[in-house]
């Protein structure tokens, strides 16, 4: 952990959409204990929520979402986005937010990963987003940039994303699980990358970090899928969420970078079950990517908000009268930014 | 405290893939000792020698390897006046090789590389990852978290779209080095004793439009798709510059592999590289290319090939055409550089005459 970064400067934010959390803050007690916790409770989880003693933490349910945001607008906030609720109220510079059913993983020598130390490390490092350094990170302990590499470019753009990966339950869609169901991810690949200006990928939302100053209003519930559930293979919200960060932080000149922290998701859900569901989000991608693509942001955007409501702008123009799931969440993005703006932290300044 | 693999005869593979399709190119100035340790690697292929520096000296190659070899004499013998687009006194003299090769692939590797263990201990069988990468496609339109999505225990992740699931084919296999880490002079200076020890178990495609400095340590690529795009300049003695040799040629095959629609991949496999350079003489070497490279990376980023550059000489024709345009107000070495690519190209041509039925280069058969 970076000396410099202060525990107060940094929420954890907890989406449950399971009741019995006690298995959950146990296994990360000995990494979560010494910071704030949010805790957002899915509205549509009826359960009481069972939460061991011993933590930092303040827990949002529906009533409290319905007071802060109003009935109506609460409705954003069910299922998986209800996390989004945890980003909105937290006043911390850093948001580090991992699905509930993910616990800590264990590196290549057996030794528990401390995933929040290694995102708050990514967060507070340069990230090089404009020329690939082949050793990967160049901050990190015994590497560098490599020969070739411009001078120029080697102090780095600051870090507005960091986006872990997962052993065991990888983060496929369910025609890939459904496909492979015993297939699992063993692979614990030792690096943290910069992922390239105007390069785009699928960021999940399972293990995820930010620096809410910079990026805040970016990440946002806004593409919901007819058929959304429970189970993050069908759900696309994550997804969008992340191009439209990406795209903002490309515009702005931040970095995304992605690799370690891992954690461990443990397995669940049906994959062949959820098939019927996922084909509205497997399809969508083929008209979300190359859309994200092509979005090219005006100069005068030079916030997160600017951008945020620039990209709802095309969407709404481009791929509003394709689907409209597109202008829902064209409109949803507008509205997020003006909830952002009332509720939510001051404005976030313009990229570094 | 990383070190190199020396039980690799247990290591290597029954059944040698592509043997009859790859070349494995080494430039030498002093001696091919290393060959050794690879031996259970490379011995069921045709190794293509490139002897640097003084033609009169015999470079010895251990018995039992198939190999052809060319010194100075021999290269300015085969190409005549063409010769002078090789470099003298730099081991960018390799992409000769390149050239005289008749196979589809390339492997291209230092004589002060060796063999790695991977964090099992096993030794990596570097050749075979390298035809791995080289036979699976890549994906540069958008970027896997889980990074080779055809390797095994990976694939695509959720959000990928399936029409992007084919991907394109690897032109080049790009691969890294344990131990003495491939940094320039400056840094070497800062940092003398740092060792690279972290295996990263991950290949990766480098995404469309990003650049990235091409290390030739440990290099193979498709030579139908790219070779005549693999010119590594004008280098050595009597030139301004070295150690720019490789970058040069990562930066125009990248360009190029943009613009045609291949991949270019990196990460693993491993070598261990286990001399290092005097960053003193480095530093002379690559001071020029130091500031010049300010210049030649945007010159590269905003590079655009017109749309009838369909095959990879059109394109490296094009490429020296921009270079001379643009870049000789930097220096008059890239107005000669320009000229030397053209030349490349020429003699390229010349000793790889297109057979009945071949293919448009750059597209795959």
Sequence with gaps: MSLSIKDHEIDIVIGALRS???????????????????????????EELKIP???????????????????????????????YFGYLVSRKKYIISVDDDCYPAKDNKGILVDAVAQHITNLTTPATPF????????????????????????????????????????????????????????????????????????????????NQEVIGPALLPSLRLGGEGKFRWETMEDIWSGMCVKVACDHLGLGVKTGMPYVWRNDRGDAIASLRKEWEGVKLMEEVVPFFQSVRLPREATTTEDCVA???NVVKEQLGSKDPIFARAAKAMVDWVMLWKSVGSSTSSPGA | ?????????????????????????????????????????????????????????????????????????DINKILGPKASCISFKDSACRCFGYMVSKKKYIFTIDDDCFVAKDPSGKAVNALEQHIKNLLCPSTPFFFNTLYDPFREGADFVRGYPFSLREGVPTAVSH?????????????????????????VDAVLTIPK???????????????????????????????PIGRYDDMWAGWCIKVICDHLGLGVKTGLPYIYHSKASNPFVNLRKEYKGIFWQEEIIPFFQQAVLPKDCTTVQKCYVELAKQVKEKLSKVDPYFDKLADAMVTWNKAWDELNPPTAGSVPNGKPA
């Design chain 2, 1 to 73: 405290m990383v070190e190199p693999a020396t039980a690799t005869q247990a290591a290597a593979p029954v059944m040698p893939q592509l043997k009859d399709e790859l070349d494995i190119v080494i430039p030498t100035i002093r001696n091919l000792d290393f060959l050794e340790m690879w031996r259970p690697f490379f011995q069921p292929y045709h190794l293509i020698i490139v002897q640097d520096g003084d033609p009169s000296k015999t470079i010895k190659v251990p018995p039992g390897f198939d190999y052809e070899l060319y010194n100075r004499n």
């Design chain 1, 53 to 83: 003693e011993g933590f930092n933490l303040d827990v949002y349910k529906k009533p409290d979402i319905d007071c802060v945001v109003g009935t109506s607008t609460s409705t954003i906030f069910s299922g998986y986005s209800c996390r």
């Design chain 1, 20 to 46: 019995d959390l006690t298995s959950f803050m146990s296994e990360w007690r000995p990494i979560f204990s010494r910071f704030h916790l949010i805790i957002v409770k899915d509205p549509d989880l009826k």
């Design chain 1, 131 to 210: 020329f690939f350094n082949t050793l990967y990170d160049p901050f990190t302990e015994g590497a560098d940039f490599v020969r070739g590499y411009p001078f120029s470019l080697r102090s780095g753009v600051q870090c507005a994303l960091s986006c872990g990966l997962w052993l065991n339950l990888a983060h496929y869609d369910a025609p890939t699980q459904a496909l492979k169901p015993e297939e699992r991810n063993s692979r614990y690949v030792d690096a943290v990358l910069t992922v390239p200006a105007r390069s785009l990928m699928p960021i999940s939302g399972i293990n995820i970090a930010f």
């Design chain 2, 209 to 239: 439009g990003t650049l990235f400095p091409m290390c030739g340590m440990n290099l193979a690529f498709d030579r139908d798709l790219i070779g005549p795009a693999m010119y590594f300049g004008l280098m050595g003695d009597g030139q």
């Design chain 2, 175 to 199: 691969g890294l080095w344990l131990n003495i880490p491939d940094y320039d002079a400056p840094t070497q200076l800062v940092k003398p004793l740092e060792r690279n020890t972290r295996f």
């Design chain 1, 310 to 312: 620039e990209v709802a």
